[in-house]
């Protein structure tokens, strides 16, 4: 669990969020201009190059040494990708993995931050109200055909909110859902480390160290929408698993 921070610590912690802000509004003109000049079909390059430039500073400033373990044999196939969440550090650790040919599901709410806005529309994101289900559903049914005719994958975070009762929250069951509608396998993400440096609500950050590890593909070819509250239960196993508890 995140402890005190030290007053250096608080220090880099706010000038990573100014450099955080000033690297996404610069990015945000960056994309604007390239999607108008490709006509559009420059977007996997950018969700491909963006995420790495804008992230890896940001941990450089806080003081924290990143490290992927890849245990993927095929990174080529789309996938429904998940991953904790308990931590406000998820965000740029997230985009920090280099991952390709995927798109993102945001709370509707982050539209409201203009950089936020830029960067999402122009790059296909798909933004949904969470407390809106039928509303939810209603656009992950429309981004389906968009994803499967691209070869795109999709990156939720099942806990849905950082902000929840221990180390790993409930997982709600969209992930899985997608899973089963698309036929595409499930790959496991786990961020080891980020709930001991910040943890939930904080914007501010401890120094160390934070390790991704991505899992092989779980097959859901088999799966039911009726047996879907096991398959829930089985992925949170093993993401408790790793983070070393028990319920």
Known sequence: MATSLTFTEYARSFFAIVLFVA????????????????FGKSTNWIVRTFPRIMAYPVLFVLGIKFKIID????????????????????????????????????????????FFFIIGRFTGQVFIKRQNSEKAIAT???TYERLQADNLSLVIAPEGSRKHEGIIGPFKKGAFRMAIDLKYPIIPIYFEGNDSLSLGGSI???????TAHVHPPVDTSQWKTDTINTHVSEIRGMYLTWAGVEE
Do not use: C, M
């Not at 789309?78 to 709370?107: C, M, Q, W």
């Not at 501010?204 to 934070?210: P, Q, T, V």
């Open 71 to 114: 245990h993927r044999v095929d990174k080529s196939i789309p996938a429904i990708y998940i991953f904790n969440h308990s931590s406000t550090l998820d965000i740029p650790v997230f985009l920090a993995l280099g991952l390709e040919r995927f798109r993102v599901v945001i709370k509707w709410e982050l539209q409201y931050l203009p």
């Open 23 to 38: 690297i996404l509004s610069t990015a945000s003109v960056f994309i604007f201009l390239i999607v108008l000049l490709t």
């Open 204 to 210: 501010f950050s401890k120094s160390g160290n934070i």
């Open 140 to 142: 992950l049914l429309k």
